[in-house]
């Protein structure tokens, strides 16, 4: 098992069964292939969770922007914390 896979599969190389072993080798072929997928997460959590909260909530053309106006008004979360409701709800639909 590659260590790509075992970072994928998120296992030590010593866990091992023949499932495990089988499925690392397919895993292996297909990272060596087709690369690690990337799922367009934001490596920052904050923006991630404030972007599912959104997408949750709105239509998919309604969080997108309402997301991406809100990080440009409020880059870090220590300017969003200060940020006033009422001053957000209109800036943001």
Do not use: C
Not at 57 to 65: E, G, N, V
């Amino acid at each position: 098992m590659s260590a790509t896979t075992a970072r994928l599969l998120r296992t030590r190389r010593r866990n091992s069964s023949p499932w495990r072993e089988l499925f690392a080798e397919v895993a292996d072929r297909l990272v060596a292939e087709h690369g690690v997928p990337s799922l367009g997460n934001f490596r920052d959590p904050v923006k991630e969770i404030f972007y599912i909260v959104l997408s949750a909530r709105t239509t998919d053309a309604q969080y997108r922007l309402t997301h991406r106006n809100l990080m440009r008004a409020y880059p870090t979360l220590p300017e969003l914390a200060k940020a006033r409701l009422a001053e957000e709800s209109r800036n943001f639909p």
